[in-house]
């Protein structure tokens, strides 16, 4: 098994009100991907109406993904492979974020 994996997520304002979220501390217990961190923010963190936040196997258009204060885009997208103490911001475009 690999070493843990400590990341950082923030949800802006908007996700409190679709799914109840806004900061949280976790520990990632597998060396995991973007896509892998998708799933489980969608599996184990939104309350309600997942669909408000993803798209197929990523983030619905309209929500900025920063990954270290970087554009994901920048960073590979669903491939970047979570490092220990990264930060993880999702701020949704649509209706002020």
């Avoid at 994996?5 to 990632?28: D, M, P, Y």
């Avoid at 993803?54 to 983030?59: F, P």
Wanted: charged residues 20%; contains cysteine; negative net charge.
């Amino acid at each position: 098994m690999a070493a843990p994996v400590a990341v950082h997520l923030e949800f802006g304002q908007i996700f409190f009100w679709w799914g109840g979220v806004c900061n949280v501390n976790l520990c990632v217990w597998f060396a995991g991907d973007m896509k892998q961190l998708l799933v489980w923010i969608q599996q184990n963190l939104l309350k309600e109406r997942p669909e408000l936040f993803v798209q197929g196997d990523t983030v619905r258009p309209g929500i900025l993904v920063l990954i270290n204060d970087a554009d994901w885009e920048l960073m590979g997208q669903l491939d970047y492979q979570l490092e220990d103490r990264d930060n993880i911001v999702f701020i949704s475009t649509l209706h002020g974020g």
